[in-house]
């Protein structure tokens, strides 16, 4: 894969990254994403172009307002960063693929959900039903270009599956999940079903594990008890991305021991496989 490729999907990351800002400003207020321009959020004054460059503007301006002065959230070039720094590695990841699309727009839509989670303790169904759409209409004509019909169903079945079993979840106890959180399984199950179940089933688990520990730590550390609220969207986020960038050694090594384990081969023996 030729380093400008990579390149260019890191620059369109950095644009990306920037409407994403917009999507979790006004998103959750419900205010459109297109209208008005961008604004400072303290005098309201209209975002000039020159102050409008991921990342290089907010550095430049001392991170903060040209007019007022008042400080520019860290959100913004993190996002931007990030959103660079994914789809440059899914890039490196897929190549130039019929997958490759659909990932991305997956990717972007749990990052802006991820930050609306973190900041709001939301996942808005205006960001949830278009990222579970676009992620579809992508997978539809991956799957018309490459005729691998059967991924796009297990995607479909593992969107179904995820949401039902975080349904019930959330029928059980309401306290555990927010609703937001089965409509986000739903749209986890869509985007990794392609690559297989298992990945959803790594996504999921990561998540779990990395809230588990943090939680666990917090507390350890006198800033958190029981009742303290954790937004568990940003963990399911966070596994869902690890699973399309690392999930399929980790598979692949789990099926490898699995089969062994399934023909009686010695468990001390698994790590020497040749």
């Known amino acids: 894969m030729s380093s400008t490729f990579v390149v260019i999907f890191g620059v369109l990351g950095l644009a990306v990254g920037s409407f994403l800002n917009v999507a979790v400003s006004r998103v959750p ?7 008005p321009r961008s604004a400072c959020l303290g005098c309201a004054t209209p975002i000039a172009a020159r102050d409008n460059i991921p990342i290089v503007s907010w550095l430049l301006l001392g ?8 400080p ?7 996002i931007e960063a990030l ?4 789809f440059s590695a899914e890039a490196l990841r897929f190549g130039w693929s019929e997958i490759l699309p659909a990932e991305l727009v997956f990717t972007a839509g749990l990052l802006a ?9 939301l996942l808005p169904r205006r960001l949830i039903y ?14 018309a270009a490459t005729g691998q019909w059967h991924r796009l169903g297990v995607s479909a079945a593992c969107g179904v599956g995820a949401f039902a079993v975080f349904f019930a979840l959330h029928r059980v106890r309401p306290a555990w999940l927010g609703f937001g959180d089965v409509r986000l399984a739903g749209l986890l199950g869509t985007g990794l079903g392609w690559l ?3 990945h959803l089933v790594f996504a999921v688990l990561a998540g779990s594990v990395v809230g588990l520990l943090l939680g666990i730590a917090l507390m350890a550390a006198g800033r958190a008890n029981r009742q303290t609220r954790l937004p568990f969207g940003v963990f399911l986020a966070a596994g869902a991305i690890a699973a399309i960038l690392v999930g399929t050694p980790v598979v692949h090594w789990y099926e490898s021991v699995s089969d062994l384990y399934a023909m009686g081969a010695p468990l001390t023996t698994v790590g020497h496989r040749r």
């Open 196 to 198: 297989g179940p298992w």
């Open 83 to 86: 959103t660079a720094i994914l």
């Open 130 to 143: 278009p990222t579970l759409g676009l992620t579809a209409a992508c997978l539809f004509a991956a799957a």
């Open 63 to 70: 991170r903060r307002c040209r007019a007022c002065r008042v």
């Open 72 to 78: 520019i959230p860290a959100r913004y070039p993190l």
């Open 113 to 121: 959900l991820a930050a609306c989670d973190a900041e709001q303790f």
């Open 29 to 35: 207020a419900g205010r459109s994403v297109v209208r």
